[in-house]
């Protein structure tokens, strides 16, 4: 059990190093689970499973600092090792999922806090999506739509759901 213990250790230290994290960005886009935007690593959270060994041990130390991080829908890491952000939407179907909830993880304090949203949406939604998705392509394209029409930033944010409706009108 210890030397578990000390290889746990030793494998979340290593985490801190940023090419070993990158190396687990990498690693996870070209299994095509994950997508790489802005810096950050993005995937929905149904995948944990196939996604690299170290990846996974940075989501299991969220799920112990914020009790249910596991739960949420979308999660995305940032390339500044310890940073990890989960999605809580109301309906990961959708083309345009309405989002409740920011869950932050910051692993280096072992701190974290959520951020009720009213009326939020989760844009770019085929950026968290797995390459081998059925619906990459459909979502890709309202997304690019999106983005073109300069309804949503490169940075992926966009209006409240309510001036959405208004603008689509």
């Known amino acids: 059990a210890a030397a578990l213990s000390a290889t746990a250790k030793t494998e979340l230290e290593s985490m801190r190093d940023p090419k ?17 935007f802005n810096g950050k690593l993005r995937f929905c959270s149904g995948i944990s499973a196939r996604l690299p060994y170290r990846l996974r041990i940075l989501l299991g130390c969220a799920d112990v600092i914020e009790a249910g991080f596991s739960q949420v829908d979308a999660v995305e890491i940032d390339a500044d090792p310890g940073l990890l952000r989960g999605f809580v939407v109301n309906d990961m179907t959708s083309v345009l999922p309405s989002l409740s909830e920011v869950v932050n993880v910051d692993l280096r304090k072992a701190r974290a806090w959520r951020v009720p949203l009213d009326d939020g949406v989760l844009y770019l939604k085929s950026t968290f999506m797995t390459k081998d998705d059925p619906g990459l392509e459909k979502q890709a394209g309202i997304d690019r739509k999106l983005t073109e029409s300069g309804i949503v930033g490169n940075d992926g944010r966009g209006p409240k759901r309510s001036a959405l409706k208004t603008m689509l009108k």
Do not use: D
């Open 20 to 36: 070993l994290l990158a190396e687990a960005f990498g690693e996870a886009v070209s299994r095509g689970v994950a997508n790489q």
